[in-house]
């Protein structure tokens, strides 16, 4: 029953005996949470030696397969996980939300890093600047991992889901991850650290998990650690302004409460699809993990003109909710964590009712048989002055929404706005011209905006889910981030650094191939070279070819392209770029490819594509050309083979570049055989 703390890959059991732990339903006790203040120090100091070196053994393809193998891990036995969670007063449904989406988003950084991220442990980042009047002085961004530990503070509403979409992109970065979880709901996250721990998949120290007192737990972060924090706006204020988070630069985030807001269009009036869409995904959003959602909708703005069918719409569609015990299947909306989150929910409410009315629901109304439980129906607020203050200030964090008429949609970015800044907002209107109008004049206060119409409603995700590949953070009160959700959540573990000096050096730290760096003419023709066996730089420079008039007229008559610079004379005389009949850009691209093209079978198993592809310079019949083709990067794709990127210049008679492009080749990882 006592929870223990996972650090440096032992479980600590507490010395005191610790506080109860509540099921939300029936008041029983579910667990007991130690008093002792964590061992804060050890875990990090753990995290730099041991879990650090090796994450950073291990390269960006290893740590996303390993990502995906604990996703599916997680998902195998995700029942465990259901099973207790229902202490927590969640439904079915609402348990998959956390634990189905926190394995999920493991698994979609899995398969991200898999696709994006290169081989090795260096992103570079944009493009090679030159910085001298030669080629010989350059510079370039490369990103590495930090050297410290990613400490997580989380909320008690996602023990799952929030830790593990914080872990994903750290242990994909090379940045092991110390937890600490809110007390509420610690007893999921336990057992989800010891699923993980079971697995053995994770390098030792690249996760552990402190349960107890927070006492002294920021003071030991220094320059080279991150502090990622999801809890309210007022928590948030205080970790930001901690004495070692100041002292350090500590790399700070906070995804913080927001009051969420959802509009609803003047076109979408009862009768439209867009009006049924907006109650429900009102209704849907109050109720869902019993409104304890930071991206749950708070204000509900609608035309003045339509409130009464709104709310008589909602109070319809709210009145099926049965609300209950999580584990009967019938229930649609379960308990609050606790008694003490029902109580502040109440009082929450009861700000807000003194800005307007009560329009559904009784907050005090008990469950009969579970007057244990931390129950509560949903509450739909009526507050008739759209810029009355507490609707904009005043986050109920439980089944809650406030209804707010407008009286016109150019009020409307000032009205969102008032919330000071918001992880997500919702538009649900088919009036493409208020949509731009409205997501334009708000953007600037949200994280995420969701448009919902008939045409994307039956696969939308909905107003309240993050998106593992999306933003997910806000400005202003929502806690001022923008680090999770995509491949930015990985870079933002990692420091970047303006690395100058000559190409040969620049090649040599990236890994990646560098124009003017030192080039290797290969003995064998690169294509004849597996994954394995190619270097950086390895070149093949191919003999020349002249272009010639028929080649043009061949290639305009067997394609089709007898565009005008290709075959009249006198009319692409008058052509101020050519004056005179001009080579095709295709034809010089299919020459080059015959030049360099080694035809056996052997290591290269397709041609993928081109990037980048420019042509500088017009080439005329009696022109000469060749190619040269350096190996660019190497990615692998699965243990067999890999993409290979091609750095390829056209070069004419007097070396002057006529077209520059990058080939993408897949190749065998092995020689045959
Ligand atoms: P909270 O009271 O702010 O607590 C969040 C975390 O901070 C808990 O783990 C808490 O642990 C810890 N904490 C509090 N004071 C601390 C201190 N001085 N030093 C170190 N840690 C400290 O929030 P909550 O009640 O758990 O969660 C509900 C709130 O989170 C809502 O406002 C919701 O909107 C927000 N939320 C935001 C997001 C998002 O992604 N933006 C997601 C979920 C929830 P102790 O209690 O042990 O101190």
Redesign the pocket.
């Given at each position: 029953m006592l929870l223990e703390s996972w650090v440096a890959g032992r479980w600590r059991t507490p010395e005191d005996e610790g506080l109860p732990l509540r099921d939300a339903t029936t008041g029983e006790e579910v667990a007991r949470l130690s008093t002792t203040p964590v061992p804060a120090a050890e875990a990090l100091a753990f995290a730099r030696d041991t879990g650090g070196p090796a994450l950073r053994a291990l390269d960006f393809p290893q740590r996303a397969a390993i990502l995906k193998a604990l996703g599916l891990h997680l998902m195998e036995r995700k029942e465990q996980l259901y099973e207790i969670s229902f202490a927590t007063g969640a439904t079915r449904r609402d348990s998959a939300i956390d634990i189905d989406g926190g394995a999920g988003t493991v698994l979609s950084y899995a398969s991200r890093g898999r696709r994006e991220l290169p081989a090795g442990n260096v992103v570079v980042d944009g493009a090679l600047e030159r910085l001298g009047k030669g080629a010989s002085f350059v510079g370039r961004h490369v990103l590495t991992p930090m050297r410290g530990a990613v400490l997580q503070?989380?909320?008690?509403?996602?023990p799952v889901w929030?830790m593990l979409e914080k872990l994903a992109p750290a242990f994909l970065a090379g940045v092991p991850s110390v937890v600490?979880?809110?007390?509420?709901t610690a007893y999921v996250t336990e057992r989800c650290v010891r699923l993980i721990a079971e697995s053995g998949l994770l390098p030792e120290g690249s996760l552990q998990l402190l349960l107890g007192?927070?006492?002294g737990?920021?003071d030991g972060l220094t320059g080279q650690d991150l502090l990622s924090?999801?809890?309210?706006?007022?928590?948030?204020a205080?970790?930001r302004a901690?004495p070692a988070v100041v002292a350090s630069s500590v790399r700070f985030t906070?995804?913080?409460?927001?009051l969420n807001a959802c509009v609803l269009g003047p076109d979408a009036r009862p009768g439209t699809p867009e009006f049924e869409l907006f109650v429900r995904e009102v209704a849907r959003e109050m109720t869902a993990k019993a409104g304890?959602?930071?991206?749950?909708i708070r204000r509900a703005f609608v035309p003045r003109g339509l409130a009464d069918d709104v709310e008589e719409s909602l109070r319809e569609q709210l009145a099926k909710v049965v609300v209950g015990d999580p584990r009967d299947e019938a229930t649609r909306m379960g308990a609050l964590v606790s008694l003490e989150?029902r109580d502040a929910v109440r009082s929450a409410v009861g700000r807000l009712v003194e800005d307007g009315r009560l329009a559904v629901g009784d907050p005090d109304a008990g469950l009969p048989g579970l007057e244990r439980g931390a129950f509560l129906p949903p509450l739909l607020i009526r507050v008739d002055d759209a810029r009355a203050r507490a609707p904009h200030a005043v986050?109920a964090?439980g089944p809650v929404a406030t209804l707010l008429p407008y009286d016109g949609v150019a009020q409307l970015p000032d009205l969102l706005a008032l919330g000071a800044g918001s992880?997500v907002a919702s538009v649900v209107s088919a009036d493409l011209d208020v949509v731009r109008d409205l997501v334009l004049g708000a953007a600037a206060h949200h994280g995420r905006i969701l448009v919902l119409d008939s045409t994307s409603a039956k696969e939308s995700t909905g107003h309240g889910s993050?998106l593992p590949v999306l933003v997910?953070?806000?400005p202003g009160r929502?806690?001022g981030?923008e680090e999770?959700g995509g491949m930015r959540a990985v870079f933002h573990h990692m420091q970047r650094t303006a690395v100058q000096g000559s190409p040969d050096v620049l090649q040599a730290v990236t890994g990646v191939y560098t124009r003017g760096a030192r080039r290797e003419e290969t003995e064998q023709h690169p294509f004849r070279l597996s994954m394995s066996e190619l270097r950086i730089g390895d070149t093949v420079v191919t003999a020349s070819r002249t272009v010639t008039r028929e080649d043009v007229d061949h290639f305009a008559e067997f394609t089709g392209d007898t565009f005008y610079a290709h075959t009249d004379e006198a009319a692409a005389a008058e052509n101020p770029l050519f004056g005179g009949i001009v080579a095709h850009g295709y034809l010089i691209l299919s020459l080059a490819a015959g030049l360099f093209v080694d035809p056996a079978p052997g290591p290269v198993l397709a041609n993928t594509g081109l990037d980048r592809l420019r042509f500088t310079k017009p080439v005329k019949p009696g022109d000469t050309i060749r190619a040269v083709l350096t190996c660019a990067a190497k990615t692998p794709r699965t243990p067999q083979q890999g993409e290979v990127r091609w750095d390829v210049q056209v070069l004419d008679r007097e070396d002057a570049v006529v077209a520059t492009y990058e080939l993408l080749t897949m190749v065998s990882a092995q020689p045959r055989g």
């Open positions: 503070v989380n909320a008690f509403n996602f929030g600490k979880p809110a007390p509420q007192d927070v006492d737990l920021l924090f999801t809890g309210s706006a007022g928590t948030a205080r970790l901690h906070a995804e913080a409460d927001s304890q959602k930071c991206t749950a989150q986050e964090f992880l993050p997910h953070g806000g929502a806690g981030g999770l």
